[in-house]
């Protein structure tokens, strides 16, 4: 939690407590632009020990690529490249490329900054995450049911059976690292799917309730999933679609 305090002239200087910025906007913020922060996220970072080794493992991880990507550039490399390109997006298979590099990123960086929590957490944050960004649930990004299917593949699940239309995917910030928000029309009803990766066996799956919504979180391929609903009924159901339809490594 961010505080403010007042100076003398009854202006605000640095210390009150800021109670709407919590780690899921900190994570947000740094992910978006890691060498920039606002003020609040700095006095955020400044008070949270776990968001600070959050923060030290993007900066490694910014520094790494920069480091890879100071390289000296052949001649006529750029021409290659643009060619190379030009060939590739007469078929699909670049975007799967694209999706699956940027899974085995994601689900490294996720296991690499890994805090301990227990998977009880996470019903309860799969809902304030939905409540956090409403657009999802009525907008279309990277809506294809191929780069649905390397996503699940990496994340150590097999679909055996659709399990409904891709709307919405996304990269989000999820504790400890990043993980895929996905929004799903299936026969039950529209559900958020949110893709954690992290350590840890623990078994079964726990259910959790708040405002208007309701998550259930289990243990599957990478992490744990989480699905989010509008009733505990509907989510009861797509959840039990999932495992029937998805077989998950773990």
Not at 12 to 40: I, M, S, Y
Not at 147 to 157: H, I, M, S, W
Request: proline share 4%.
């Amino acid at each position: 939690m961010v505080t403010r305090q007042r100076d003398g002239s009854g202006g605000t200087g640095v210390a009150e407590p800021q109670a709407d910025f919590h780690c899921l906007d900190f994570r947000r913020a740094k992910l978006a632009d890691p060498a920039r922060l606002a003020l609040d996220a700095r006095a955020h970072l400044a008070a949270c020990r776990s968001c600070q080794a959050f923060a030290r493992q993007v900066d490694a991880d910014e520094r790494r690529i920069a480091d890879a990507l100071a390289v000296t550039v052949p001649d006529g490399l750029a021409e290659r490249v643009l060619l190379r390109n030009r060939t590739l997006r007469q078929g699909p298979a670049w975007r799967l490329i694209a999706v699956a590099a940027t899974v085995v990123f994601s689900i490294g960086l996720g296991l690499a900054t890994w805090l301990p929590a227990g998977h009880q957490h996470f019903a309860q944050f799969a809902i304030e995450h939905v409540l956090h960004e409403p657009d999802a649930l009525s907008s279309r990004r990277l809506a294809d049911a191929r780069e649905f299917g390397a996503v699940l593949t990496r994340f150590g699940g097999e679909m055996l059976a659709p399990v409904g239309t891709v709307r919405y995917m996304k990269l989000c910030p999820v504790p400890g690292g990043t993980g895929w928000h996905i929004v799903l029309d299936t026969e039950h009803g529209t559900a958020t799917l949110l893709l954690i990766p992290g350590r840890g066996r623990a078994a079964g799956s726990v259910a959790a309730q708040l405002r208007s919504l309701a998550a259930t979180a289990r243990r599957a391929g990478a992490g744990w999933y989480a699905v989010v609903t509008d009733s505990a009924r509907s989510r009861d159901a797509i959840d039990a679609m999932l495992q029937r339809r998805v077989s998950w490594r773990i």
